[in-house]
């Protein structure tokens, strides 16, 4: 079992930073890979960033490449996200997800994660 709170959430203006903060409990972090999504109203849940076990290796959507960065620390169980030069299309409530099982989705398609947490809202103001 895994359990995954995110953190970090706000109203920050075009172009500011915020950092998200993805702590797990349960099964060890370091044991698992684990992605961000995130869901604006009326649309789809998207892919935002992966990062493997160890860390070493990360994987982003096209429309954050840049600006946004996935990083863990396995030491305390946590997962961030750095956001940078936030536009008002990244207005969206945002999850951390963890991928423990073998499965054949994508890793961008949110069937592969089997743990999620509650989501925490971002809304960037223009």
């Known amino acids: 079992q895994v359990q995954l709170v995110e953190s970090g959430g706000g109203v920050v203006q075009t172009g500011g930073s915020l950092r998200l903060s993805c702590a797990a409990s349960g099964r060890t972090v370091s044991t698992y890979y684990v992605g961000w999504f995130r869901q604006a109203p009326g649309k789809e849940r998207e892919f935002v960033a992966r990062?493997?076990?160890?860390?070493?290796?990360?994987i982003y959507a096209d429309s954050v490449k840049g600006r946004f960065t996935i990083s863990r620390d396995n030491a305390k169980n946590t997962v961030y996200l750095q956001m940078n030069s936030l536009k008002p299309e990244d207005t969206a409530v945002y999850y951390c997800a963890a991928d423990t099982t073998t499965n054949f989705s994508p890793y961008y398609d949110a069937n592969r994660y089997d743990y999620w947490g509650q989501g925490t809202q971002v809304t960037v103001s223009s």
């Open positions: 990062i493997n076990r160890a860390g070493g290796s990360t």
